[in-house]
């Protein structure tokens, strides 16, 4: 089975920009997670999808935004870039069920500069 | 209050010693519990599970789980300097939007050739 793959891999961009990221998730699961780490703040939870809603979400401000397609596949935009969103950013893939379990993508390395 | 916590280390050990990760959570309603290790400048890739009470082996990594002490360990026999990485736990808490994923900030383990 394919892993979570995530692209673009690395990503340069301006402040005030805009950027768009993808993740597809492991065939067959349903909820795709998004997480945002840095040096400093560790792993910080951005959104949560399943079956195309977003059941949960983190504390980020509203530059921040993701949406599901049908097939799974998930997409996160953050918009008018400032130098602090320089970071990892990860999808998750989560196989729901009785056993419940969380796989990360090879994530996608964000810098603004 | 943290929902996980982790000593951040860094921890060190001898090649060929055991090394000893702990976590503590602090809601007894969790109810899953990962261990994902994190090799600087990856992802993070998950290692180990466990749901029940007790001691889950796999290979050279051992988790033990004690829901009445709130506390998870991962134990590493025979440490290899390719162990040498960031150590994440993470557990579930239910919620009515599904289960959602909490992760500690993780511990760095070195081990020394």
Redesign the interface.
Known sequence: KAGVTQTPRYLIKTRGQQVTLSCSPISGHR?V?WYQQTPGQ??Q?LF?Y?SETQ??KGNFPGRFSGRQFSNSRSEMNVSTLELGDSA?Y?C?SRR?GA?????????TRLLVL | QKEVEQNSGPLSVPEGAIASLNCTYSDRGSQSFFWYRQYSGKSPELIMFIYSNGDKEDGRFTAQLNKASQYVSLLIRDSQPSDSATYLCAVTLPSNTGNQFYFGTGTSLTVIP
């Open positions: 909820s997670s560790g792993l939870f949560e399943f059941r949960n990892l990860l998750a729901s056993q419940e379990t969380q796989y990360f993508g090879p994530g």
